[in-house]
């Protein structure tokens, strides 16, 4: 049954797949950006359906029987693992390789609570729910109860995810903090807990600021800590998240202490900064502003800052622009700032550079010398060529926005349920993280689970370093 | 042989250095030379400068005397300016050392005629003017300023099609030091930001009606272009923004800020403490939305200002007026159309005492006693203008007269207050007068006479003066010899012994205006035909003029462009074929009303130069004779046809010769032979001023 069902999954995911790749216009993604492969491990269940345009009590239903039916699955093979048990014979390797599929069982069970209780959300939209997640969650917690206290923590990372929506790495490190599976020596920084929005506002540190000369602790890291993709670690296991919340869902497997509605809310702030010394940190790099060595030396004030400011100014950009195919990036998040006024530009400077307003193009001309303003090119079709891209572009954003959705939901909610997209598209930036969300339960459908063997082909698809790590 | 002579006219010079030591100066008869190649280039140029001075055509048969001519004067000349640009090619060859490309006589210069004339000839051109042509665009200036990479003076004005993109290649020209870019309508920030950036040497830069260019690329061009001494920037629309940068030009000279409504006492008044030394002119006419507050607050920044312009700006109150001694150096001031408030004007004398010119053209509000008190302070005025000025009276012109003896030019048109015995005082103080306006005044004989001691006049206009006759022409005739210019429009009272007198006595008359003069007959064309250098020549409305008096002028007067013969209904087709047997230099015509036919209106066409005519009422013209005329003429750019002809000429013709840069202008007006006498239509124009 898991096979046949498998099958066809695989099956309607690499249709799903293909017409994403023909579609280069994805919301909020980058038009080329690797997503990981449309496999939902329930395929045409309508538990993704949008429960409250029609909220059926028929999938409701399936979706508690094939909850039930997963569990039931799960047992058996902890059954079987209990029962050989006490047999010596049992490969160590074999043991390991049932607790992946427990594991991926486990997660799969998760998303599918999760998403069946996301049906919820429309309803709980305009309550503080969503506005302030650890409120939410705590009343969640309470409501849901212990067993499903993995609900409400989803919840919160589907509301940041309305900061990046649909990142595929913040995906599978979510996902790695279920599976749990592996110790990855990571580097202990301390207790450093950023939050993630510290990364726009509080970038680079502020300038100016005068801290008296051993009032704060100066860090410096060194480059390999910063360039580590994580910054949230474990104290116990030393395993790196990327972000505080999947660090607390990870806690939780470190023992009962950790699950507590306290431990799992967010640390009160000022508790450590009384204790503590102010941070400030060091750029490794020497001569560099921010390397303590530096005569006008001026400190960084996160470890984000740090990790930005080393990325920016010391590192290759490696990131380019897909669609102006000329500006590079070296952290992400400025790619995706790009893209999103990339194809607007239409000052432009004789060196190629591009402004999205026609002072700033001054301004730059009156810089540099010998830069001139730069018409369009002599056969106006390039430049109407160009602005129709950017403009199909910004079409392509809004028209897909339905399609990416009807793509997330009504393609994956089968043939009996197909979605108004049009009223989808009138819903709003709330309900669009909880569909991203779905979307991003689907897209991990393919954890092994399901096949019963350990990792695999349909782990391939997945980026190949997170999925070593995994 | 050839290449030999071509050597020695090589280095003419050098063998003239050659030779000069050599201390035996009779030459040796085997080395007879032509005259020609023994003198220095220097010394050949500065003898044709003198001919041409003469007489423009006779470099021509100069040129066609011998080779060596031919080729010294192809040397000499440094201005070309062809007729038609289809020429321009073989003009540029024949000149390789024009510096300049005067191309305003080609209404028409299509791309290619540019592309090919500039690119045939490795060009020493420094100037090219293409103000008065069209046809042209982003393609042939890329080919000039490809072309001609010493290109200094581009005159681009009335392009209203061209924009940014002519723009960047006017950008190529890096050594450009004046350019105009007026009435490029289309050009906008990104253009002008184009010349700014790479044109840094830009001395002087006309934007006058470029409306599209705001304050960012009047910032940037503040910034690129340092050497700025002269900039117009009249009727943009510039606001305070970029005034500040405009004023800190270090070199600024000059600033045009004609019509721009965007300018307003706020934006004056932001300079602050910014001061702009450098500056010395700076005009401010039409800015409507300015107040005697903001210049009041602008005078501040300008100390050294000489000439300021504040016509049909704001009313001039004494504060304003008071705020001029923060300028004490200023010399020009002109406040013309504007209202006068209660002792402002009395104020300018005491404020502006190194006055040299002023100009109170129109002004409402200029009274007797306080010019009087004005004017008897202003001892060093050398110009001054009351033109309409209707309040003043004999008392002004008194006090003007006893205080400004050093004045050169006065200009008081219709101050027909003044009366004829107060004109007398003009002639009895100010003798040094070169240029005197007494249109439409009560001057009479005496008031001649007494001009007769101005022996420097240059220009004389006297015409609605009824009073005047041949007693007082003669005064003049005899005593001022360096008249050029006189207009006597509608002078009933004039008749040929007067004019007689004046082209016996002003052999330097370039600018005659007989117009109305009823009685002339053809004895002053005659008399004046001796006047060589007459140019222009308008006897409209003298019915007693035959072909006779016109084809004396025509070969006496050799340099006739101008010539305006409506309503001499006795001249006929011979006056056309004398025209345009020697008139090779006329330019512009009108003939309405004339008995000329398809004969003399063909025989015209054979003057090449012709660019402006006006044919209407001419009872013996036919279509088919107009359109075979305005075929051949091919610099026309001006056509004034009646509206009847429009549907009887082909209209593919039409069609053909508006292609050619030629615009017509199609006349309904009604038959009209009968002229009315001076005294009444005097009488009428005065009827409605008092309405």
Known sequence: MDLSQNHIHNQSAANLYYQFGSDNSFPGLGTQQQFPPFTSPFGASPSTNIPHMDWNPATMLDNLTFIEEKIRQVKDVIHTMVDSGGQLSCHQGEIAQKKQVVNADLTCLIVQLISTAGSLLPSLKNSSFLRHPAAGHMDMANHVGPSSGLVPNAMTVSEENKEDMCSPEDYEELFKGWTDGTIKEGIEIGNVLVEEQDMKDGDEGKDGENLPPGSCELLQLEKDEILAPHTHFCSICGKGFKRDANLRMHMRGHGDEYKSPAALAKPPRDASAEHELVKRYSCPFVSCKRNKLHKNFQPLKTILCVKNHYKRSHCEKSYTCSRCHTKKFSVMADLKTHEKHCGRDKWLCSCGTSFSRKDKLFAHVALFQGHTPALPSEEPKTCSDQISHAGSHQESTKVPNSMGSSFMWGASSGDNNALDIKGFDGCNDDFLSTANFGSFNLSFGPADGFTGEPSGGSFSMLPSEHFQSA | ?691
């Open chain 2, 1 to 691: 042989m050839a290449a030999a002579a071509a050597q020695q006219h090589r280095h003419p010079k050098r063998r003239r250095l050659f030779l000069s030591p050599s201390p035996s100066p009779s030459p040796t008869p085997t080395l007879v030379a032509p005259p020609l190649v023994t003198l220095a280039d220097e010394l050949l140029f500065l003898v044709l400068d003198r001919v041409a001075q003469a007489d423009p055509r006779a470099l021509k048969s100069f040129a066609l005397a011998s080779r060596a001519c031919h080729a010294a004067e192809s040397r000499h000349r440094r201005v070309v300016r062809p007729l038609r640009p289809d020429l321009l090619p073989a003009a540029l060859a024949r000149y390789p050392c024009a510096t300049r490309l005067d191309l305003s006589l080609c209404a028409r210069v299509p791309d290619a005629a540019l592309a090919s004339a500039v690119s045939s000839s490795c060009s020493a051109l420094r100037a090219v003017d293409l103000s008065r042509s069209r046809g042209f665009g982003a393609a042939g200036v890329t080919a000039l300023a490809a072309s001609c990479p010493g290109l200094a003076d581009l005159d681009l004005s009335n392009g209203v099609d061209l924009g940014d993109a002519a723009a960047a290649e006017v950008g190529r020209a890096r050594g450009l030091r004046r350019l105009s870019l007026a009435r490029w309508k289309p050009l906008t920030d990104m253009g002008l930001g184009c010349v700014a950036v790479v044109c840094t040497e830009l001395r002087e830069l006309s934007l006058k009606w470029c409306l599209g260019v705001s304050d960012l690329g009047i910032q940037l061009l503040a910034l690129k272009c340092r050497k700025l001494t002269s900039l117009d920037l009249s009727y943009t629309m510039i606001t305070k923004d970029s005034f500040p940068a405009i004023m800190k030009l270090p070199n600024l000279q000059e600033l045009t800020l004609v019509g721009c409504i965007g300018i307003d006492d706020d934006a004056l008044d932001s300079l602050d403490k910014e001061c702009s030394k450098s500056l010395q002119v700076l005009d401010m006419s039409q800015c409507q939305n300015i107040t005697d507050v903001g210049v009041s607050s602008i005078l501040k920044s300008v100390p050294n200002l000489l000439e300021l312009d504040l016509s049909y700006c704001c009313p001039v109150t004494p504060s304003m007026v008071r705020s001029f001694q923060k300028i004490p150096k200023l010399q020009t001031l002109k406040l013309e159309g504007c209202k006068f408030m209660a002792y402002a004007l009395k104020a300018i004398g005491t404020s502006c005492v190194s006055l040299r010119e002023l100009s109170l053209s129109k002004c409402s509000g200029v009274m007797d006693t306080e010019l009087s008190l004005a004017v008897s302070r202003l001892k060093n005025l050398l110009k001054l203008d009351i033109t309409c000025c209707r309040n003043i009276t004999d008392v002004s012109l008194a006090a003007i007269t006893s205080s400004c003896t050093s004045l050169i030019s006065l200009r008081m048109e219709s101050c027909s207050r003044v009366s004829s015995g107060a004109l007398q005082l003009i002639g009895k103080h100010c003798s040094h007068l070169e240029e005197l306006d007494l249109t439409d005044s009560d001057l009479d004989d005496e008031g001649l006479k007494a001009l007769a001691r101005c022996s420097k006049l240059s220009s004389l206009k006297i015409g609605i003066c009824l009073k005047i006759g041949d007693e007082g022409l003669t005064h003049i005739g005899r005593s001022c010899p360096k008249l050029r210019d006189i207009d006597l429009y509608r002078c009933g009272g004039l008749s040929d012994d007067g004019i007689i007198q004046i082209a016996q006595g002003c052999p330097m008359l370039e600018c005659i205006n007989l117009s109305y003069c009823t009685e002339i007959t053809d004895r002053s064309l005659i008399s004046l035909s001796k006047c060589a250098k007459l140019n222009t020549l308008e006897i409209r409305g003298c019915p007693m003029i035959t072909s006779t008096g016109l084809s004396e002028i025509a070969m006496g007067c050799r340099l006739l462009s101008k010539l305006d013969i409506k309503k001499c209904f006795e001249i006929n087709d011979v006056g056309m074929l004398y025209l345009s047997q020697f008139s090779h230099s006329l330019r512009q015509i009108n003939l309405s009303y004339c008995s000329v036919t398809d004969i003399g209106l063909l025989s015209l066409s054979s003057i090449s130069g012709l660019q402006n005519m006006t044919i209407v009422h001419l009872a013996g013209i036919t279509p088919n004779g107009l359109t075979a005329t305005l075929m051949v003429c091919g610099c026309l750019t001006k056509v004034k046809v009646h509206e009847a002809f429009k549907s009887m000429m082909p209209a593919h013709m039409i069609k053909n010769v508006e292609a050619r840069g030629c615009v017509f202008q199609w006349i309904d007006k009604p038959f009209k032979v009968e002229v009315e006498p001076c005294d009444v239509w005097k009488q009428q124009s005065q009827d409605v001023l008092v309405r």
